[in-house]
Each structure stands twice: as C-alpha cells, then as structure tokens.
C-alpha cells in the first residue's frame, strides 16, 4: 500500500477528483474498488487527491505533454519518459510507458533494447540522440557536453528541445515520487539489503587474520 492516505470517493475534491476518479474507475470508489484498464491499482491517483492543486497541476502536466500543439514527435518523447522510469528504479513509470511506446507502434525489439540503447542497433540516429540527452538529464543532474548539445541543436528546434527537456524532467519527478510514496507499481521493498552472513562467521575471516 502505499505510504500516503488514499482519499475515497466520498471524501474526494467535486471539482478535481470526482471527474478524474469517473474517467478512469467510472462509478467504483477506487479505493474500496481499485484497479484501472492498465493493470495499476490507481493509487497514484487516491493518493495525489489528498491535495486537490497538486493532483490539478499533474492532471495538466499529462494534457501538456499529449496535446497536439506539441513539436516533438512523440515516439521520441516517450523515450525520454521511459528512459527517465527505468534510470530513476521507477517500475510504474517505465511499465507505463512501455505501454504508451508500444500503443505508438514502436517494435518489441526496440522496447526491449530500452535498458541497453546504448550498445544496441535498434535505435536510429535521433531516437540515440534522444536517449543520450535524457541520460544526462536523469542520470548526470543535467550535465550536458557542448559537443552532445550541438549535436541537439542541428537535429531538432529549440522548441522541441525544450518540451524533451520539460518532460523528461517531469517524469523524471514522477518517477522519484512515486518510489518515494510508493504508489502503484514501485509499492515494494527496497532490494538493497544486508544479507545475513552464515552462524558463526568472523569478519576477520576476510584477512585471514586472527581475533586478539
């Protein structure tokens, strides 16, 4: 479960929650009834309408990034985002978006190759192009060479390089959240962990030393 109160339906916000809660669970109260059409619980969404503005301003954040007033095409887009999932540990945020690339018609093989782009030959010149920016932006805190920018700069416009940063970043956010909060698919235990050493181990049997 996850680490926040969900909020039911009878206790969810008229203007903001109720409309989104009848999109996506119809007339189940998701908390008591959960689960949505992929396969989530949809406690991202319970658990964001503790605070109406916030879930508002995330509910915006997906209609930016899916209107058509956007330049990016969105196969590359959505690289950006799953990159961003699978970097940041994110299991819902890279399952998700798995989903949406693949609803886009890109091939098994390319999803499959997402966690090794770097070595594989699936990918063509931009979608590299876009793997390897969003790779800075996750996984280097934005430390972006100039060699790599130009490089940017001579494949896309600066409008379409501005949404790819936006949104990579977003679901960068999300994805942090939501291993935080635990919600949805990122609801599980950390899987770093002491593993118990055998009874009557000696740390000093790593030296070969012996106990004074």
């Known amino acids: 479960m996850p680490r926040l109160r969900e909020v039911p339906r009878a206790e969810a916000d008229e203007k903001v ?26 406690d991202w969404w319970t658990v964001f309408a503790n605070s109406p503005d916030t879930l508002r301003h995330a509910a915006q954040g997906f209609a930016y990034y899916r209107s058509s007033n956007r330049k990016l095409d969105p196969v590359l887009r959505e690289l950006g985002q799953t990159w961003a999932g699978w970097a940041t540990g ?50 280097h805190g934005g430390r972006v060479p100039d060699a790599l920018f130009a490089e940017l700069k001579a494949a896309f416009s600066d409008e379409e390089i501005l949404e790819l940063t936006y949104i990579t970043c977003l679901y960068h956010m999300h994805a942090i959240m939501s291993r935080a909060l635990r919600t949805e698919f990122d ?26």
């Open 17 to 42: 929650a109720l409309p989104l809660y009848a999109h996506l669970f119809g007339s189940r109260d998701p908390v008591s009834e959960p689960g949505t059409a992929t396969g989530t619980r949809g």
């Open 90 to 139: 994110s299991q819902f945020v890279f399952s998700q978006h798995c989903k949406s690339l693949r609803g886009l018609g890109v091939s098994e093989a390319k999803i499959a190759a997402l966690p090794i782009w770097q070595t594989s030959d699936v990918f063509d010149a931009k979608e590299r192009l876009v793997l390897a920016y969003a790779d800075r932006l996750v996984c």
């Open 187 to 212: 609801d599980r235990d950390d899987p770093i962990v002491e593993v118990p050493a055998p009874e009557g181990f000696d740390a000093l049997d790593f030296l070969g030393g012996e106990r004074r």
